[in-house]
């Protein structure tokens, strides 16, 4: 079992930035591969960034690709997703998961594991 808690969200100007961090419990970290996803209200759930076991794999969504950068400390049990140049459409509940394999993936049915998520909201 792995329990996943994110921090991070906030208000934010467009234009600016922020930084989540998916803290996991477990001794199975390491071995998991990690994904975020948002929620905006009255949309369904999207996929934004995944990355490997190792973090040598990362996969972005086509709305975030040059702003967003996934990435891990596995020393620290910690997923981060840093979000740059933030726009009002990226208001939305963001929630990190957890994969038992180690590959990235895009389908949130790869995922076993998910947080409880967190706020971000963009202001224009």
């Known amino acids: 079992q792995v329990q996943l808690v994110e921090s991070g969200g906030a208000l934010v100007q467009a234009g600016g930035s922020l930084r989540l961090s998916c803290a996991a419990s477990?001794?199975?970290?390491?071995?998991?591969?990690m994904g975020w996803y948002r929620q905006a209200p009255g949309k369904e759930r999207e996929f934004v960034a995944s990355i490997s076991w190792s973090g040598s794999s990362t996969r972005y969504a086509d709305s975030v690709k040059g702003r967003f950068t996934i990435s891990r400390d596995n020393a620290k049990n910690t997923a981060y997703l840093q979000m740059n140049s933030l726009k009002p459409e990226d208001t939305a509940a963001y929630y990190c998961?957890?994969?038992?394999?180690?590959?990235?993936?895009?389908?949130?049915?790869?995922?076993?594991?998910w947080g409880q998520g967190t706020q971000v909201t963009v202001s224009s």
């Open positions: 998961a957890a994969r038992r394999f180690g590959t990235v993936a895009i389908g949130a049915d790869d995922y076993a594991y």
């Open positions: 477990g001794r199975t970290f390491s071995s998991y591969a």
